[in-house]
Antibody, heavy 112, light 107 residues
Framework: EVQLVESGGGLVQPGGSLRLSCAASGFTLSDQYMDWVRQAPGKGLEWVGRTSNSYTTEYAASVIGRFTISRDDAKNSLYLQMNSLKTEDTAVYHC??????WGQGTLVTVSS | DIQMTQSPSSLSASVGDRVTITCRASQGIRNDLSWYQQKAGKAPERLIYAASSLQSGVPSRFSGSGSGTEFTLTISSLQPEDFATYYCLQHNLYPLTFGGGTKVEIK
């Protein structure tokens, strides 16, 4: 089955770090461009960043210098390393394959 | 950044109604636009890509049109399962940007 499954969310204090994972199955992740998209509780969708099939990355201004997207082709997985977290980073984080296939998301709560 | 202005932000409609949702881009984005449907507690699902192409498996009552700065999603005959929130996404330029969403509710 073709799917994306995120994990790694949880409660973290402001200033803390968290690493999200996105496991791909049914396709080869390295062939695709992959995005992270987040949704704060009760709010709309916000693009976080992308890694392309040539391993270049792009980020939203709000996360530049704090978030890093990476991939492990051997594990067919995508990652989002989040540092210096702020309360406004609280959201469900989805990985997305080429705008089409979305994971169910993992909730990140930044609170003291 | 390209701003995507989506309207209306919400609407009430009845089963069988024709529904139109609009996204306006702050600058031309060719046809680099997708439409998504999101139901409560679920991930978004793509309905339309390249502004007017129907995603495989999506009912034909959904259609998209437009190019440049003005885009429309139309539901020709609203069904009970269509009550949801809809978003547009431009992917012409970084940062990718979404419209604010349109919540379609039962009248």
């Amino acid at each position: 089955e073709v799917q994306l499954v995120e994990s790694g969310g949880g409660l973290v204090q402001p200033g803390g770090s968290l690493r999200l994972s996105c496991a791909a199955s049914g396709f080869t992740l390295s062939d695709q461009y992959m995005d992270w998209v987040r949704q704060a509780p009760g709010k709309g969708l916000e693009w976080v960043g992308r890694t392309s099939n040539s391993y270049t990355t792009e980020y939203a201004a709000s996360v530049i210098g704090r978030f890093t997207i990476s991939r492990d082709d051997a594990k067919n997985s995508l990652y989002l390393q989040m540092n210096s977290l702020k309360t406004e980073d609280t959201a469900v984080y989805h990985c997305v394959r080429q705008y089409e296939l979305w994971g169910q998301g993992t909730l990140v709560t930044v609170s003291s | 950044d390209i701003q995507m202005t989506q309207s209306p932000s919400s609407l009430s409609a009845s089963v069988g109604d024709r529904v139109t949702i609009t996204c306006r881009a702050s600058q031309g984005i060719r046809n680099d636009l997708s439409w998504y449907q999101q139901k409560a507690g679920k991930a978004p699902e793509r309905l339309i890509y390249a502004a007017s192409s129907l995603q495989s498996g999506v009912p034909s009552r959904f259609s998209g049109s437009g190019s440049g700065t003005e885009f429309t999603l139309t539901i020709s005959s609203l069904q009970p399962e269509d009550f949801a929130t809809y978003y547009c996404l431009q992917h012409n330029l970084y940062p990718l940007t979404f419209g604010g969403g349109t919540k379609v509710e039962i009248k």
